[in-house]
């Protein structure tokens, strides 16, 4: 089992930036893919940025050049950079890994953008 804590997320003006991170624990020994996912109001949760098995962080084309991925993999944590922040990307932000072939999520942080 893995447990996921997330922090941070929160309201923010168009054009600002926020930093969210997430904090894995229990069995983190093998966890193979960790980033983010969002989901809108009335929308399907979709991928934003997630590190692949390989290492390879990807980014959704919509948040490409504004958001940043980074792994800490000695303190099993991924943390998502959000700048040049539009009303669009108010969501809910979920942490995922894989681990085992096995999802887990985070409890989910609110996003919201707004003037």
């Known amino acids: 089992q893995v447990q996921l804590v997330e922090s941070g997320g929160g309201l923010v003006q168009p054009g600002g930036s926020l930093r969210l991170s997430c904090a894995a624990s229990?069995?983190?020994?093998?966890?193979?893919?960790m980033g983010w996912y969002r989901q809108a109001p009335g929308k399907q949760r979709e991928v934003v940025a997630i590190?692949?098995?390989?290492?390879?962080?990807n980014y959704a084309t919509s948040v490409k050049g504004r958001f940043t991925i980074a792994r800490d993999s000695a303190k099993n944590m991924v943390s998502l950079q959000m700048n040049s922040l539009k009303p669009e990307d108010t969501a809910v932000y979920y942490c995922?890994?894989?681990?085992?072939?096995?999802?887990?999520w985070g409890q989910g942080t609110q996003v919201t953008v707004s003037s």
């Open positions: 229990g069995s983190v020994s093998r966890i193979n893919v």
């Open positions: 995922h890994v894989n681990s085992l072939l096995k999802a887990y």
């Open positions: 590190f692949s098995s390989d290492g390879t962080a």
